[in-house]
T-cell receptor, first 113, second 115 residues
Framework: AQTVTQSQPEMSVQEAETVTLSCTYD???????LFWYKQPPSRQMILVIR??????QNATENRFSVNFQKAAKSFSLKISDSQLGDAAMYFC??????????FGTGTLLAVQP | DSGVTQTPKHLITATGQRVTLRCSPR?????VYWYQQSLDQGLQFLIQ???????AKGNILERFSAQQFPDLHSELNLSSLELGDSALYFC??????????????FGPGTRLTVL
């Protein structure tokens, strides 16, 4: 079975600082994809970043980057220069051969002004 | 805006009733997925359709059913509703059934409240 674990229910960061959200996963498949989705108070699920397991290079999208450690099955999200608009619930997700997304329980990020 | 639309935004109904949730995928997307987000179960995959055919099933109750129409919009039917069915129901779409470029984009969700 595939699982995704987010061990930090809540995190807090000061505006303009950097924060890292943790995610670990388990899968027996060799070809899979990992995602971070953001869910602000509006409840919309917004794709933040995507990582293909076959790529060694860590994905980056502007202020968002990941640290993908395949052997350790770890996929953390780093948010640099945090902004008030980054405050949201962040979900880590895994997609394997079945194409369905397996989500973690989420990390609620607060950004302090 | 992801390009995925869902109607209605909110739905309030009573136990035992039946409701239909509607989803229109992004232009060009052939796959539609339904997810349920509840406080106790988190985000769970329900079912996937690709070009009108059911492709994968998750933890979907027998009281729930879905279909994808020739114009690619999809409907999720929930019947004999129970209090525990109250949740946020998301539709997502992607270009193809399976592929390296396949990413799911989510609609705004339908919030269902069963009283």
């Amino acid at each position: 079975a595939q699982t995704v674990t987010q061990s930090q229910p809540e995190m807090s960061v000061q505006e303009a600082e950097t924060v890292t959200l943790s995610c670990t996963y388990d899968t027996s498949e060799s070809d899979y994809y990992l995602f971070w989705y953001k869910q602000p108070p509006s409840r919309q699920m917004i794709l933040v970043i995507r990582q293909e397991a076959y790529k060694q290079q860590n994905a980056t999208e502007n202020r968002f980057s990941v640290n993908f450690q395949k052997a350790a099955k770890s996929f953390s999200l780093k948010i640099s220069d945090s902004q008030l608009g980054d405050a949201a619930m962040y979900f880590c997700a895994l997609r394997g051969a079945t194409n369905k997304l397996i989500f973690g329980t989420g990390t609620l990020l607060a950004v302090q002004p | 805006d992801s390009g995925v639309t869902q109607t209605p935004k909110h739905l309030i109904t009573a136990t035992g009733q039946r409701v239909t949730l509607r989803c229109s995928p992004r232009s060009g997307d052939l796959s539609v997925y339904w997810y349920q987000q509840s406080l106790d179960q988190g985000l769970q995959f329900l079912i996937q359709y690709y070009n009108g055919e059911e492709r994968a099933k998750g933890n979907i109750l027998e009281r729930f059913s879905a279909q994808q129409f020739p114009d690619l919009h999809s409907e999720l039917n929930l019947s004999s509703l129970e209090l525990g069915d109250s949740a946020l129901y998301f539709c997502a779409s992607s270009e193809q059934f399976r592929g390296r470029t396949d990413t799911q984009y989510f609609g705004p969700g339908t919030r269902l409240t069963v009283l």
